[in-house]
């Protein structure tokens, strides 16, 4: 039986050994068939790929595409000196002046998420913001991402919902109580404040964060004009305000947005982690804050923003809810506040750096104040401009539109395709792309402002007597205020509060940069400075227009 059995086990075991061996066999013909065939399966999959991937790299004339990760290894690379980078990649192309990429580089995904067209050719800037206007909408990525903050507001709609709001608006800024208002805030904050914290660095020979105070400044004019209400966070004591830290949190968070794959956000949002949580905290202060502007507006309206547009009725003849009052005042106060501030930044950076053209505003200056308010050099320095007195300096407008033709303050913008289309230059634009205009590398390609565009000369902003502002026949050779239906509301306003400004600073200083300081760009949706532009202050001893001229 034993034996019986051992037998039987060991026939068993050769049964079995015999039967693994063959299974092994097949297992092994098996796998290296599964093997092959996966093989020749990447093998297909690969070389369809490369073959799908040549194709479209082929199309593609920007930066160096790889396959998988499209240009975004040229792009980090470049993160530091975005803007820069994209005016190269526009100057590579020669005369095209456009370029296209792709950072997703995927079948089905390649066409839309991730494919960029980038120019900066004003014919195709027109195209997109006037002739084919419609078909380039802000978009769903951007009004998804601006939602929170900006609901449906001017800055942040498309279609009926934005046009309405434009029509309205668009009254309330060509009025001259509006121009007043805003000469009133900005005037103010430059006596009671500016001057006072300007003064006491000139007398302690202590230095300012110029961009710090100007931010500052603008913030406190724009809440002025929109809701009749100044924040000062503009005092000798640089105070927090809650309000404009939570303004500045919740836009900061809202960047990040527009920056980062959709993915991230949506799921910090659903966590209440990160850069979402503290937006939502935010948009809280926001919320009470604007509550209270409204209802103080609503027992005391004045000619502020907030107050006209409390006047207005909606398209079925009710006033507007009190929600969308705020939404609306909001979008204003982030369409004016760092815009005229970072601006005015590069402005006094640039003419610290070109002590000519500082003599020459300083000159007109001087000649305007000397007709209006007589020889006493006092006067001239004792209140800010009026706004004819405004009117009339050419050369510094001439010197703030050059600012902005080589430091626009917002210098890139986006729009989304609807639909197939084709650029005047031939390129095409698929349905769902995104189509990027440089405004940044407008103002610095020679076959647009010729040889010396890389230099700062207002004089190329003048009537050839030299009396006129003059911009370029050609509206899209500048765009740092937009063009076409969605053109800057505040163009005007703006000019007006950078020219007092400025006029302020340089007739009473004279402006030296603090030694080693570094003056660089942020690399955000605005220009800022990123550490800031710190300066010395000295006080200026003004010549009479006659003397400057014998000089
Ligand atoms: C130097 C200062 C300024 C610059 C460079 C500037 C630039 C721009 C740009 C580029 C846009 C288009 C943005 C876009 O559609 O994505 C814009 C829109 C707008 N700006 Fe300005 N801006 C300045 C000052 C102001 C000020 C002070 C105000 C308000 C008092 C203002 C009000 C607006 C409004 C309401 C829009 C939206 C127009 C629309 O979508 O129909 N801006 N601005």
Same mark, same amino acid.
């Given at each position: ?7 039987s ?15 092994q ?24 790929y ?11 004339s ?21 803007h ?8 590579a ?37 006037r ?8 978009g ?28 309205? @608006? !668009?009254? #309330?800024?060509?009025?001259?109580? /509006?121009?007043?208002?805003?000469? +009133?805030?900005?005037?103010?904050? =430059? ?9 006491? @660095? !000139?007398? #302690?020979?202590?230095?300012?964060? /110029?961009?710090?105070?100007?931010? +500052?400044?603008?913030?406190?004019? =724009?809440?002025?004009?929109t ?5 000062e ?63 103080a ?41 760092d ?7 590069w ?42 007195e ?25 729009k ?8 005047p ?53 500048f ?42 760009q ?30």
């Amino acid at each position: 039986m034993l034996l019986d059995f051992d037998t039987s086990l060991l026939n068993y075991g050769a049964i079995t050994f015999s039967q693994y061996g063959s299974n092994q066999s097949v297992i092994k013909v098996q796998f290296t068939m599964d093997s092959l065939s996966l093989f020749f399966a990447l093998a297909a999959a690969f070389s369809a790929y490369f073959l799908w991937f040549y194709l479209l790299a082929r199309d593609l004339s920007g930066p160096k595409l790889w396959p998988f990760v499209g240009s975004l290894p040229d792009l980090i690379k470049n993160r530091n000196r975005f803007h820069d980078w994209i005016a190269a990649n526009l100057r590579a192309t020669g005369g095209s002046a456009t370029y296209q990429t792709c950072i997703i580089p995927f079948p089905f995904l390649a066409r839309k998420e991730g494919f960029y067209t980038v120019t900066c050719h004003p014919k195709n800037i027109e195209h997109i913001l006037r002739i084919r206007f419609d078909n380039y909408p802000k978009g769903p990525k951007w009004q998804t991402a601006f939602h929170d903050l900006l609901g449906q507001g001017i800055f942040n709609s498309d279609g009926e919902t934005w046009l309405m709001q434009r029509k309205t @608006a !668009a009254l #309330e800024f060509t009025t001259r109580t /509006l121009r007043q208002a805003m000469a +009133r805030w900005v005037n103010r904050t =430059i006596k009671n404040r500016l001057w006072c914290i300007l003064n006491k @660095a !000139a007398k #302690e020979n202590i230095s300012v964060d /110029l961009q710090e105070l100007l931010l +500052r400044l603008t913030f406190d004019n =724009i809440c002025g004009l929109t809701f009749g209400k100044d924040p000062e966070t503009l005092s000798p004591e640089l105070p927090e305000n809650p309000f404009a830290i939570a303004f500045d949190t919740a836009t900061e968070a809202t960047m990040h947005r527009i920056l980062y794959p959709g993915i991230i956000w949506r799921t910090q949002k659903i966590l209440s982690i990160g850069a979402e949580k503290r937006l939502k905290k935010s948009l809280q202060v926001v919320e009470n804050y604007m509550n209270d502007a409204v209802a103080a507006r609503k027992e005391n309206p004045s000619d502020d923003l907030l107050s006209r547009f409390m006047k207005k009725l909606d398209a079925d003849g009710n006033p507007i809810p009190i929600h969308v009052l705020q939404r609306i005042a909001l979008n204003f106060v982030l369409a004016g506040r760092d815009t005229s501030s970072v601006a005015l930044s590069w402005f006094f950076w640039l003419v610290m750096n070109h002590p000519h053209v500082e003599d020459k505003i300083v000159k007109e200056i001087s000649t305007v104040l000397k007709e209006t308010r007589g020889d006493d050099q006092q006067k001239w320095v004792d209140e800010a401009l009026d706004f004819d007195e405004a009117d009339r300096l050419v050369y510094l407008k001439a010197a703030l539109a050059e600012t902005l033709r080589l430091y626009p303050s917002v210098p890139q913008d986006f729009k989304y395709a609807v639909s197939d289309d084709i650029l005047p230059d031939g390129t095409f634009i698929p349905a769902g792309s995104t189509v990027t205009y440089s405004i940044y590398s407008v103002g610095r390609m020679k076959t647009i402002w010729g040889e010396d565009c890389m230099e700062f000369k207002p004089e190329r902003w003048l009537s050839v007597q030299g009396d006129r502002f003059e911009p370029p026949k050609d509206g899209y050779k500048f765009v740092a205020f937009n063009a076409g239906p969605r053109t800057c509301l505040g163009k005007d306003l703006a000019y007006l509060q950078m020219k007092s400004v400025a006029a302020a600073v340089l007739l009473r200083y004279r402006l030296s940069l603090v030694p080693g300081h570094l003056v660089e760009q942020k690399m955000s949706l605005t220009l800022f400075l990123k550490n800031g532009l710190h300066v010395f202050l000295q006080p200026r001893k003004l010549q009479t227009p006659e003397v400057a001229t014998k000089a």
